[in-house]
């Protein structure tokens, strides 16, 4: 496992001008087997590892679902380089690279963000219609009695979850619902906000779906943080309105003409996502804007609440542990930053054959569970919180933010571990274990003859090394 971890960013080298690889140029290849490895061996593991995907998923989910049958599942898009790969397509990108060729994958976590399956999509392939190869996934290949799938409200929408979900047996899901909809509930009563004065959790019947449960969530926290947010796009909007409303009475070079001054106010709005709380009126010489009061207030009066929507019964799935699940979907998005940016870089992928770039997103996901059990191993070195339990008791209510324990404050205070070494993040802990080398020595009286020395570890790297139970030999 360790081997993915060290060679998934080759992966897409294997296409590239230069070679050999750094892993093939240390010490390391030379541990792993790998110095003489050339673009070839690299496709040929490429390919005995995408043919072993279903055995591979298989085994992550037993080790990774044993604990609970709670599966967490989300979607993102990374852009590709070339234009000769079938799964490459213009779509929907959600890495911010317009204008490029994507393909979308899709990762399926436990509770804790560990990984289970990936599953590769075209470009353009919508956020619901990936739901179905997952439930396969779930249901068939990992043989499991009972399913919870939990995804965002982008996924298992309406239609998903009648056509795909209900069908099948043991099959339970956890959602939240849009905005238009949450509106339908407080207009036509249904949901009461005067309630959360009271109380941060209200469940009630699902009116479209008596087999289902809905428990709508308040948490103040969230509904200060929009409102400060609101506020400042809607000065920040205000400000660039007003430049483009002394732009049309200025003497020189004077704004003139109402689809001139359409097009500018246009920008403006596309750019801060507040216009529908603006009444703007504009001719060929003027503009005028006002804030929307009652457009503010009815959106104000529902920061902070978001209601979910699940199918599992209450004697197996609570009101608290509703709203943990649907809330850990945030490891989801831990795991996406580590495969796309902070660790692995799956992106950007330039393999030709669809079943290569299977092959190298499923080689990530399996470096991400080598990085991901590191890092349980290695938590009381990182800034990582290694107290979760604590953590969690100390959380006012299961809607209120999470916290972190004392024990990692601390750590973030005094930027140190409890022995007093120095703490780290994982980067910069594997990059001073980096330090660790190698060294072969020739003698003078024998040129000859030669021996292999490992250098010392520090207390720091030995204390590393115990935790990941990884002796230190040559």
Request: glycine content about 6%; overall charge positive; some cysteine.
């Amino acid at each position: 496992m360790i081997v993915a971890r060290l060679i998934a960013p080759q992966s897409k080298l294997a296409t590239a001008r230069s070679w050999p690889p750094e892993t093939a140029l240390t010490s390391r290849g030379q541990t792993l087997g790998v110095a003489a490895a050339d673009a070839r061996a690299l496709y040929q593991a490429m390919d005995w590892l995408r043919r072993r995907q279903p055995q591979l998923a298989t085994a992550l989910a037993q080790r990774h679902l044993r604990e609970g049958p709670r599966a967490l599942y989300d979607l993102t898009s990374t852009y590709f380089e070339g234009h000769t790969c079938p799964f490459a397509q213009f779509g929907h990108s959600r890495d911010g690279k317009k204008g490029k060729l994507q393909i979308v994958f899709g990762l399926v976590c436990n509770a804790d963000g560990g990984p289970v399956a990936v599953e590769v999509f075209e470009g353009n392939t919508g956020d619901p219609a990936t739901v179905a190869p997952v439930i396969a996934k779930l249901r068939q290949r990992f043989h499991l009695r009972r399913v919870v799938l939990v995804g965002d409200r982008g996924l298992l929408t309406n239609a998903r979850m009648r056509e795909e979900l209900k069908p099948v047996e043991g099959l339970d899901s956890i959602t939240a619902l849009r905005h238009p909809t949450l509106r339908t509930l407080v207009d036509s009563g249904a949901l009461d906000l005067g309630h959360f004065a009271h109380t941060d959790r209200i469940e009630l019947p699902a009116p479209a779906s008596p087999d289902e449960r809905l428990l709508a969530c308040y948490n103040a926290t969230l509904a200060d943080e929009r409102g400060r947010t609101r506020e400042a796009l809607l000065q920040a909007t205000e400000r660039a309105l007003e430049t483009i409303r002394q732009a049309t009475t200025r003497a020189k070079r004077r704004l003139m003409g109402q689809g001139n001054i359409a097009l500018r106010v246009g920008k403006v709005l596309q750019r801060f996502k507040v216009g529908k709380h603006f009444q703007i009126e504009s001719t060929d010489e003027q503009l005028r804007y006002t804030r929307d009061t009652q457009s503010i207030t009815t959106e104000a009066a529902l920061d902070g609440v978001y209601v979910l929507r699940t199918s599992g019964p209450a004697e197996a799935l609570d009101a608290a542990s509703t709203v943990r699940a649907y809330k850990s979907l945030a490891t989801v998005e831990r795991a996406f930053r580590s495969l796309q940016t902070v660790d692995l870089y799956v992106r950007p992928s330039g393999h030709r054959l669809t079943e290569r770039v299977r092959a190298h997103v499923l080689l990530c996901m399996v470096a991400y569970d080598v990085e991901w059990h590191m890092r349980q191993a290695l938590a009381p070195l990182l800034l990582d919180d290694d107290d979760k339990a604590r953590a969690e008791a100390q959380r006012s209510a299961v809607v209120a933010p999470a916290q972190r324990s004392p024990r990692a404050r601390r750590k973030a205070q005094t930027q140190q571990t409890d022995d007093g070494s120095p703490v780290h993040s994982f980067q910069t802990l594997l990059r001073d274990l980096g330090t660790i080398t190698k060294n072969q020595i020739r003698f003078g009286h024998s040129p000859l003859e030669t021996t292999e020395m490992l250098t010392t570890p520090t207390l720091l790297q030995q204390r590393a090394l115990d935790l990941l139970q990884v002796p230190l030999r040559l």
